[in-house]
């Protein structure tokens, strides 16, 4: 569990044209929620994490705010270390988050502000590695299996997509 004040944090008011910079305003907030997290090993060759996040942000007013931060995160992995075969491992993680948004500076014509949105995701990925002769190891990893599309932050008033689905190979000599 947790609950935290923040005061006179910086939030961006908008991009002046005149000044030709971000303009920010102080702004106090109360962040509270709770993590629950459960990580162990089932039998002799698989370890399980888990872990969920809730979270609640409002302002002084008691409004929700900063809505382009999660609201609720959901985190697994797997493990398995392959008993047939010494050195191989293989997993699976996922991560998932639901939707978040944010009011841009620029408003429509009618007034009203364009809203930016990233609907709730789930990303997934694979890992297999391999210890050999003594002190090599090899772990290669796919990043984003399903080829989600989204954008990670709103944070700014921008927001580029996340890498696609993407594969890497490491080699390490450890000493």
Not at 58 to 74: C, F, I, K, Q
Not at 132 to 137: D, I, K, V
């Amino acid at each position: 569990m947790f609950r935290v004040h923040q005061n006179n944090l910086a939030e961006s008011a908008g991009f002046d044209p005149a000044l030709g910079r971000t303009v920010y305003v102080p702004s106090d907030a109360v962040s509270q929620g709770y993590e629950l997290e459960l990580a162990g090993e089932l039998g002799e060759h698989v370890s399980l994490s888990a872990g969920f996040t809730h979270l609640s942000i409002e302002d002084d007013d008691g409004a929700a705010t900063r809505s382009y931060v999660p609201r609720n995160m959901l985190r697994l992995a797997a493990m398995w270390r392959v008993p047939r075969i010494e050195g191989l491992r293989l997993g699976v993680s996922a991560r998932w988050q639901d939707d978040i948004h944010r009011e841009q500076s620029l408003l429509l014509a009618d007034g009203s502000p364009v809203v930016t949105r990233q609907e709730a995701y789930a990303v997934v990925g694979l890992v297999a590695g391999y210890r050999f002769a003594g002190r090599w190891e090899a772990t290669l990893n796919l990043d984003n299996l399903t080829d989600a599309k989204y954008v990670p932050s709103l944070y700014w008033e921008q927001g580029y997509y996340a890498a696609p689905r993407s594969a890497s190979l490491t080699v390490a000599y450890r000493f």
